[in-house]
């Protein structure tokens, strides 16, 4: 079954973010996916290495605006 590779931006304690990849199964509910995982945004992305550069490289934009928080 082919899959879709998203990454998440999560609110955690204290208003802080984070970013995590993660892989949906085709035909499965995005929006309950955001919603379990109470996801601020989701991007959809071309593989998941591509998924998890993008992650890496968000919290660290995050670690040096003083945003990150995990």
Same mark, same amino acid.
């Given at each position: 079954?082919? +899959? ?7 609110? %955690?304690?204290?208003? +802080? ?5 993660? %892989? ?18 989701? %991007? ?9 550069? %993008? ?16």
């Amino acid at each position: 079954m082919k +899959k879709i590779y998203v990454v998440y931006v999560l609110n %955690t304690e204290g208003g +802080k973010l984070y970013a995590a990849a993660d %892989t949906i199964q085709v035909g499965e509910n995005i929006k309950a996916h955001i919603e379990r995982h109470n996801a601020k945004t989701c %991007t959809v992305c071309e593989s998941r290495a591509h998924a998890e550069q %993008t992650a890496i490289q968000w919290n660290e934009d995050f670690k040096n605006n003083g945003t990150f928080g995990y």
